[in-house]
């Protein structure tokens, strides 16, 4: 019988999705119930023994397993996007900045309207929407009561996927984003004044010599004067 870790490993490798912890004790148990494996499994099992397959993978390193989406799941490191997403070049990878905005706003005030998102870009934004949509990022996780019945939008499993998140709590919070921007621009500054600093020590290049004024002869401003033409005989 195979050991507890290869059967997660091939259940994790096998999945489409992120499996938490509840799914597997309960594949697993019911695989017991109907005889295909060997002993139950209890959530403490499993934690453990994830985790200690994490840093199996990790030490690895072409392929990892993290806790991400809201359970656990087997990819290649982000460090090696680059290459591994050549194997679908005509795959979209990068959002634009509008996208991510638009992502952003929702993720903060899920579940929220379209006419919500708009109010805060200040511009129409149904076909990112749409985008957002057509990517899995953001789906339809109801309607709002009040007159039109408005969609409400939410995001995704491949949200947290994407962004390598566990689950929403994960998010930075507004004042850690303020925070982050306060220290960024703190730096900014900083290092914008280093470079005055540098430039205003830098030695002053030399100047040309000054002309002589006592060697130039019918000079009224100590500047030499070109020599009179000789008149002819």
């Known amino acids: 019988m195979a050991s507890l870790s290869k059967l997660l490993e091939a259940l994790l490798l096998a999945a489409d ?10 594949l697993i148990n019911l695989a017991v119930d109907e005889d295909d494996w060997a002993g139950r499994v209890t959530p403490d099992q499993i934690e ?6 994490s840093g199996d993978f990790t030490r690895h390193g072409g392929v990892e397993l993290v806790e991400v989406g809201g359970g656990w799941r087997l990819r ?9 997403r050549r194997l679908w070049p005509d795959r979209a ?11 952003s706003i929702v993720a903060y005030r899920q579940p929220c309207t379209r006419l919500e998102v708009e ?16 990517r899995r990022l953001v789906k339809i996780v109801g309607k709002k009561d009040e007159p039109g019945r408005p969609l409400l939008y939410g995001t995704t499993t ?6 390598s998140l566990p689950n929403l709590r994960s998010m930075p919070t507004l004042r850690d984003l303020e925070a982050l921007r306060a220290e960024e621009a703190t730096r900014t ?8 600093s540098l430039i205003d020590e830098e030695p002053q290049s030399a100047q040309p010599p000054s ?4 060697s130039s002869e019918g000079s009224s401003n100590g500047s030499a004067t070109p020599p009179e033409s000789a008149e002819p005989d």
Do not use: I, K, N
């Open 17 to 26: 999705r992120p499996l938490a912890v509840g799914d597997l004790v309960e």
């Open 48 to 53: 453990v023994a994830l985790r200690s397959m």
């Open 76 to 84: 290649t490191p982000p460090a090696l996007a680059p290459m591994v």
């Open 93 to 103: 990878a990068r959002l634009s900045g509008a996208a991510l905005e638009v992502l």
């Open 119 to 134: 109010e805060v870009r200040g511009v129409d934004c149904g076909g990112v929407l749409r985008a957002l949509l057509e």
């Open 158 to 163: 491949e949200f947290l996927e994407t962004f």
């Open 189 to 196: 500054a900083g290092e914008r004044q280093m470079d005055l």
């Open 211 to 214: 002309s002589d004024s006592s």
